[in-house]
């Protein structure tokens, strides 16, 4: 039986260096074989990325990718926000994470030239500010929230992931995520947020950790599973 086909853009400037984009395509590899699909993915340089009409169209699914600074801020915010919009699953992991956030921070929470302070250093209220204690190439327990795709898709209730960065969501803003639709739904043992998603049925799903990482010990990464899945599920609804 041939297998059903999906497209997924990587959002991020490729950079073979980086241990994220090396796991990347065999997560999604993994998650490919485990769901019974094609997967064909290409990456998307930021800069390619028409901030004001990206033509991302021919992608059922999107997922932005660690390493930022991104060389355009802009395209990414672009792809993000032409997730969002139409619907179109969406994965943000590290950079991913952050950079959801400052799209969403804008399009959802009205804030004003969302800052992110690994761009700007002198924003006087940041979004996403650095970390008092760095997370770079740390891993630890992350507790997710009962019910949330992050929760159905691991099937437990905590995971121990893996972390490359030096910068999270700014506390001031942590009091938004409770009123949505952009919703805390993983912590770490500190309780502070390592994890996001938009209410309702649409998947948009951004983690501070990097869970692809897992494929470099030939670990099906249970979100991209879950990711390839509700790609598959639109796709299919749209035919």
Same mark, same amino acid.
């Not at 395509?25 to 800069?47: H, N």
């Not at 993000?80 to 994965?91: G, K, V, Y």
């Given at each position: ?28 590899? %993994? ?21 004001? +009409? ?6 059922? *699914? &999107?997922?932005?990718?660690?390493? /930022? ?26 950079? @991913?994470?952050?950079?959801?956030? &400052?799209?969403?921070?804008?399009? %959802? ?9 690994? %761009? ?13 204690? /760095?997370?770079?190439?740390? /891993? @630890? ?6 019910? /949330? ?11 121990? =992931? =893996? ?6 969501? +700014? ?5 938004? &995520? =409770?009123?949505?639709? %952009? ?11 390592? @994890? ?28 991209? &599973?879950?990711?390839? *899945?509700?790609?598959?599920?639109? +796709?299919?609804?749209?035919?």
């Amino acid at each position: 039986m041939r297998r059903a086909s999906l497209r997924v853009g990587l959002v991020g400037d490729h950079d073979p260096a980086v241990v994220a984009h090396r796991a990347i395509p065999k997560a999604l590899r %993994l998650a490919a074989d485990a769901a019974g699909l094609y997967v064909e993915a290409q990456w998307i340089g930021t800069e390619t990325i028409d901030p004001v +009409n990206p033509e991302l169209d021919q992608y059922q *699914a &999107l997922w932005c990718v660690p390493a /930022s600074p991104y060389r355009s801020t802009e395209g990414a915010l672009a792809a993000i926000r032409f997730a969002r919009e139409r619907h179109i699953p969406f994965l943000g992991t590290c950079g @991913g994470f952050q950079h959801a956030l &400052l799209e969403c921070a804008e399009a %959802l929470w009205g804030v004003e030239q969302a800052a992110h302070a690994e %761009l700007d250093a002198e924003a006087q209220r940041p979004v996403i500010a650095p970390l008092v204690c /760095s997370l770079v190439e740390v /891993s @630890g327990t992350v507790r997710f929230a009962p019910g /949330s795709k992050l929760a159905l898709a691991y099937g437990r209730p905590d995971a121990d =992931e =893996e972390y490359h960065c030096a910068y999270a969501l +700014n506390p001031f803003y942590r009091p938004r &995520l =409770e009123e949505g639709p %952009l919703r805390a739904t993983a912590w770490d043992d500190a309780g502070d947020v390592r @994890g996001v998603e938009l209410d309702g049925d649409a998947f948009f799903v951004g983690t501070l950790f990097q869970p692809e990482r897992a494929a470099l010990r030939g670990v099906t990464p249970p979100i991209v &599973l879950a990711f390839l *899945a509700a790609a598959h599920r639109r +796709n299919d609804s749209a035919l």
